[in-house]
Structures are given as C-alpha cells and as structure tokens.
C-alpha cells in the first residue's frame, strides 16, 4: 500500500490466485458403495476397473519406490476406524492455481476517523456555543469503557464527581460520519446529567419498571440539541 493523498492509498494486488476446492466427503456416498480409493501416505487414487477395487496396486514407473504401493480402503474399515480413534475427517481436494493475473492497482479512500476524546470535545464545544450553553457548562474527559454485559445497551455512563464520560467501546472506539450523530446525543445526555441539581438527577436516573417520564424528557433535550449543533460538529472534525 502506498501513499496516494492525504486521504487515499494506493493498493497494488501482486497476484490473485484461483483454485477450486471440492470436498471429498465421506459420509456422501450411498449406502452400496465400499470403495473409498486407494491410499497411502502420500497419494490418493481412484481405479476404474472394479477388478481392482480390493487389491493393492502400484503407482508410477517404479513398483519399488517410496510409496509406489497403494492400498484399497473400504467404507466400513475407514469408518470403524474413525471411531476406533475418534479422529479422520473428510478430505478436501484442490485443483492446480489457475494462472494469476498481472498487477492490478486501485486507490482507496481511507475512512475518516477521530477518537473520541478529540470528538468529545469538539461537541462539548459546540454544545456550549450553541443557545443552550447554560445546560452544558463544565468541562469533560472522556474514557472508553467495555460494558461487558450491557454492551450493546448502553451508550454512556457520567461520573458526576469529576464529569468523567465513561464511553461504550463497543460503539464508540472511533468517532466517524456513522456514528457521530449517537455520539453526540450520548455525550449531551451525560453533560445534561452534569448541569442538574443532584435532586433532580437522582430522579431522572432512578431505575423505573417500564419508563421513566423524566429521564426519555432529558434524552429528547440531547438528541434535539445536539442534532442542532451536528453540522458544525461533522465540519469541525472533518466528516
Ligand atoms: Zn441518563
């Protein structure tokens, strides 16, 4: 991969390689069926002639060399050696590489991407330029976290006591056009949190069974003003 521009890299492909692979697969044959081919350690051959099918025979021009000796093997033998062992799988046969084609080069655009600490804030910014700056005072760092469990679920968690934006990793391990706009809902959601008096964040926190009125009201708040803000945001950072 080579430089190309700012954004783009040139990648060359120096050979592709087709080949055709077709399982040979024991169990597929049908329940008349014994002969399996003739096997050795190093080859595998099928005879025509059924004459052949439960003798050994040789291979190539030396019936003295290495491995010129090739023995039958029948269905029920491999399989009752299967189980005997409890192992040998199906075999998998692969044609000759077809011929490879020559250079092929082609420009990539990279996708564009920011941490989240730089996107953090970069919306905190915006946030507190906007006409709501008085619910997003304060100042925020922001900490990527596994979720464990909860990782698709959550977005974010707020550390009230030093405005810690504790951020999914699963989501948020880059910052780019895709998910921006979750983004920013998620670090406005939490810098709400850290502008209300800790009466009513106990209440819009407080788990409730089914909904909490006030806790969906907040998050309307972050979606709403923080999509208000989103295209300064996408310039800011580049998107
Ligand atoms: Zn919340």
Same mark, same amino acid.
């Given at each position: 991969?080579?430089?190309?521009?700012?954004?783009?890299?040139?990648?060359?492909?120096?050979?592709?390689?087709?080949?055709?692979?077709?399982?040979?697969?024991?169990?597929?044959?049908?329940?008349?069926?014994?002969?399996?081919?003739?096997?050795?350690?190093?080859?595998?051959?099928?005879?025509?002639?059924?004459?052949?099918?439960?003798?050994?025979?040789?291979?190539?021009? &030396?019936?003295? $060399?290495? *491995?010129?000796? =090739?023995?039958?093997? /029948?269905?029920? %033998?491999? !399989?009752?050696?299967?189980?005997?062992?409890?192992?040998?799988?199906?075999?998998?046969?692969?044609?000759?590489?077809?011929?490879?084609?020559?250079?092929?080069?082609?420009?990539?655009?990279?996708?564009?991407?920011?941490?989240?600490?730089?996107?953090?804030?970069?919306?905190?910014?915006?946030?507190?330029?906007?006409?709501?700056?008085?619910?997003?005072?304060?100042?925020?760092?922001?900490?990527?976290?596994?979720?464990?469990?909860?990782?698709?679920?959550?977005?974010?968690?707020?550390?009230?006591?030093?405005?810690?934006?504790?951020?999914?990793?699963?989501?948020?391990? &880059?910052?780019? $056009?895709? *998910?921006?706009? =979750?983004?920013?809902? /998620?670090?406005? %959601?939490? !810098?709400?949190?850290?502008?209300?008096?800790?009466?009513?964040?106990?209440?819009?926190?407080?788990?409730?069974?089914?909904?909490?009125?006030?806790?969906?009201?907040?998050?309307?708040?972050?979606?709403?003003?923080?999509?208000?803000?989103?295209?300064?945001?996408?310039?800011?950072?580049?998107?």
């Amino acid at each position: 991969m080579a430089y190309h521009g700012r954004t783009t890299r040139k990648v060359t492909i120096k050979e592709i390689a087709i080949y055709i692979m077709a399982p040979y697969g024991f169990d597929a044959f049908g329940p008349d069926v014994r002969y399996l081919g003739h096997f050795n350690k190093k080859h595998f051959a099928l005879v025509t002639d059924g004459e052949w099918v439960n003798v050994p025979v040789y291979a190539g021009a &030396d019936a003295h $060399a290495k *491995n010129a000796l =090739m023995r039958p093997v /029948a269905i029920p %033998h491999y !399989t009752a050696w299967r189980q005997k062992h409890n192992k040998g799988g199906d075999m998998l046969l692969f044609s000759e590489r077809l011929p490879s084609y020559p250079d092929l080069e082609m420009v990539v655009k990279l996708r564009n991407t920011v941490t989240p600490q730089v996107a953090g804030q970069e919306v905190i910014r915006a946030l507190q330029h906007s006409q709501y700056a008085d619910d997003y005072k304060g100042q925020y760092q922001f900490v990527l976290q596994d979720f464990g469990e909860y990782a698709t679920a959550g977005t974010s968690v707020l550390d009230r006591v030093d405005g810690t934006i504790r951020l999914n990793s699963n989501l948020f391990f &880059d910052v780019s $056009a895709e *998910n921006i706009s =979750m983004f920013a809902a /998620a670090v406005a %959601h939490e !810098t709400l949190h850290q502008n209300q008096n800790p009466l009513f964040h106990y209440r819009d926190t407080l788990p409730l069974v089914g909904h909490n009125p006030w806790h969906e009201k907040l998050d309307d708040k972050a979606l709403t003003d923080s999509a208000s803000v989103l295209d300064e945001i996408k310039n800011a950072l580049g998107f």
